[in-house]
């Protein structure tokens, strides 16, 4: 690796992760920071950051080229292809604030952008029919609570700093998987994929049997709470249950740790890869809500915030725009693609590679060689975040963190530094790169403890009430939701401790609970509705035995999943879709 050793600097992770860690970078290795959340430690995608191979040249047709010629190519690609023709597909390979910089070259010049997420948008969907907002309780608030709810989520591996904050308090998990914060927790309710919404619904109602709610909370800011009780009442209990794999015993248990208690309700997007994802979160709100967990300390609901909150952006400009989820690809002639991996990430990969398979020019501006990688005409590699200026937020804290160029490299080209060079050549006005760094740090205000923070995010959001229409919370009137039939297998598909999605070292098995009687390392073939895919078995006995974990990242698991829209919010859903397994 050719650093260019500079005095220690400190910059931060640029990876789409919970924890957006700050980092100390001295005589080319890469240390976590010993002050704030960082708590000086770093995961093992940074550990080993400079292990991962990357893009060294730009290619075209296969081709080594130069970044001038590369630069070139793709300035002829976009003059050939008309405006309409043109569409920017921009993932979360690097969450810092300029990679957005090429949103502006490509709206402005009138191509088209997506809209919609792979990621968080169902839940987020529910939030806001619930409290009119997402203001996100931020995770260094845990710190506060006697309880800590990890709902769907697995803060082993996707947000490790969370660790240390809890330690001594009481732990409950709710997850189909036994994951490692559920074996050491006071409670963990194994429940069968895609039952949450009974669980919380459940909650509620006992709650309120037993007199658990707070009525002075719900009085002011949730009045309608006694409609929703009566929903939570069409609920066969003994039925669902049995369907849920939960006992009654278990809701007896939750209820006993969390009343009266400060709770966080830690949240991961695993309880929202369905269709009606955004009502599952609205219900697990409303759990919240009649334990009054919000406005104040230490309590409230832990989700993905978003990272932009509070923050205007200089690159918003307008533009047409598609999903993101089930793009049609076919319908240009010019696809740039930053900092993403469609055809591995994106649902339904076979409808992908049929559909992107037709464009005519595949522009790849990322930093390793994957299946997006294969396919693309143009390949340009990006500079990584050591070698170029950037600054980042976060989806779970408040912080803002700098990110100075801390080395120099020859290798790739910066997002700002390519979107300069189409800025120049098609005439579309660009401000200075330092202009723009400059603009996102206004938003941000320096606190006691030396961080930079940003401005007016509040660490105890909905004090004086939600921000619905009439200042309420919004329960759910109508239960739309069904136990999944019995048949198939579930697919779980999180996150690997290995990877970050298709970056760094990608998972390349399916794991199967043993008593299922496949053998270890034998090869299976899994199949849905819509694809199939061969992967070895590796055995996992902390899973149910109704579940199929294939790990997101791993090749061909979005064979399987549909690239249909949450009901809510132009989301993707990677577990809706049962499958099955073959020899
Ligand atoms: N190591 C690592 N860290 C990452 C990432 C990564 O790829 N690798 N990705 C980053 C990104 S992009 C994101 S969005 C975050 C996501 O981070 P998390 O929110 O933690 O996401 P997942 O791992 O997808 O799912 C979390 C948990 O949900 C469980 N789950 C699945 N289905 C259900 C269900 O029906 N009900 C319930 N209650 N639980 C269910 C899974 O078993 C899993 O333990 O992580 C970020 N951090
Ligand atoms: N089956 C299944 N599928 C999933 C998920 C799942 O849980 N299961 N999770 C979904 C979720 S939550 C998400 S967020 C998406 C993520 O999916 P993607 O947004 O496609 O993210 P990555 O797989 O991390 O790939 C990002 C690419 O960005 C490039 N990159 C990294 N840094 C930079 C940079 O500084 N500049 C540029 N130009 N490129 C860079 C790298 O080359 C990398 O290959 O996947 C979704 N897909
Ligand atoms: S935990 Fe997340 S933010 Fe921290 S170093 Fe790892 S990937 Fe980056
Ligand atoms: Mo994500």
């Not at 296969?62 to 597909?89: C, F, N, P, T, V």
């Not at 931020?138 to 803060?155: C, H, L, M, Q, Y």
């Not at 248990?253 to 309700?265: E, M, S, T």
């Not at 309420?472 to 290995?498: H, N, Q, R, W």
């Amino acid at each position: 690796m050719d650093w260019l050793f500079m005095m220690s600097s400190v910059t931060a992770c640029p990876l789409d992760c919970y924890d957006a860690c700050e980092i100390v970078f001295e005589n080319g290795r890469l240390k976590g920071l010993k002050n704030g959340y960082t708590q000086g430690f770093l995961c093992p995608h940074l550990n080993h950051f400079d292990k991962h191979e990357f893009i060294k040249k730009p290619r075209y047709n296969g081709r080594e080229i130069s970044i001038q010629e590369a630069l070139a190519i793709l300035k002829e690609m976009i003059k050939e292809s008309q405006k309409d023709e043109i569409l920017h597909y921009r993932g979360s390979g690097n969450f810092a604030l300029m990679q957005e910089v090429t949103d502006h070259f490509f709206a402005s010049y009138g191509a088209t952008l997506t809209e919609g997420t792979l990621c968080d948008g169902a839940g987020e969907a529910g939030i806001e029919e619930g409290r009119g907002s997402n203001k996100n309780m931020p995770i260094t608030e845990v710190a506060k609570s006697d309880v800590v709810i990890f709902w769907g989520r697995n803060p082993h591996t996707t947000s490790s700093h969370v660790l240390p904050l809890i330690k001594n308090k009481t732990v409950i998990v709710i997850d189909p998987v036994k994951t490692q914060i559920a074996k050491t927790a006071d409670v963990h309710i194994q429940l069968k994929p895609h039952t949450d919404i009974f669980l919380a619904m459940l909650l509620s109602r006992f709650l309120h049997i037993e007199n658990g709610c707070d009525e002075e909370f719900l009085e002011k800011y949730a009045s309608e709470y006694e409609d929703y009780y009566e929903l939570t009442q069409n609920i066969r209990i003994k039925a669902v249950l049995d369907q849920m794999d939960v006992s009654i015993g278990q809701l007896g248990d939750v209820l006993r740790l969390v009343k009266d208690k400060k709770v966080a309700i830690v949240c991961g997007v695993g309880i929202q890869k369905y269709s009606d994802g955004a009502d599952v979160m609205r219900a697990i709100d409303a759990f919240a809500a009649m334990l009054g967990l919000f406005g104040k300390e230490g309590c409230g609901v832990s989700y993905l915030g978003s990272s932009r909150a509070n923050i205007v952006s200089p690159f918003n400009k307008k533009s047409k725009k598609v999903s993101k989820v089930n793009t049609e690809f076919s319908d240009f002639k010019t696809v740039f693609i930053q900092g993403a991996n469609p055809l591995s990430q994106m649902p339904n990969s076979t409808r992908v590679k049929e559909t992107i398979s037709k464009v005519r020019n595949i522009v790849y501006f990322g930093l390793y060689e994957n299946e997006t990688s294969e396919m693309a005409n143009l390949i340009i590699p990006a500079k990584s975040f050591l070698y170029k200026d950037d600054i980042r937020t976060s989806y779970s804290h408040n912080k803002m963190s700098f990110m100075p160029k801390v080395a120099q490299s020859d290798i790739g080209i910066s997002e700002y530094d390519l979107s300069a060079y189409l800025c120049r050549e098609f005439g579309v006005e660009l401000q200075s790169e330092e202009f723009y760094i400059k603009h996102f740090r206004n938003f941000a205000v320096q606190r006691i403890d030396g961080s930079w923070y940003v401005e007016n995010r509040e660490e105890i959001p909905y004090i004086d009430g939600f921000d619905t229409d009439d200042g309420e919370f919004a329960f759910l009137d109508e239960l739309d939701s069904k136990v999944d039939e019995e048949g198939s297998m579930y697919l779980i598909t999180c996150k690997s401790p290995t990877s970050l999605n298709s970056q760094f070292n990608r998972s390349e098995h399916v794991y199967l609970h043993s008593s299922l009687g496949f053998c270890e390392g034998e090869l299976v073939t899994i199949s849905s509705v819509d694809g199939s895919v061969s992967l070895r078995v590796k055995h996992n006995n902390d899973l149910r035995e109704d579940c199929v974990l294939i790990y997101s990242g791993t090749r061909g698991v979005n064979n399987l999943t549909t690239k249909k829209h949450s009901l809510s919010a132009k989301s993707a859903i990677f577990q809706e879709n049962k499958v099955e397994i073959r020899r």
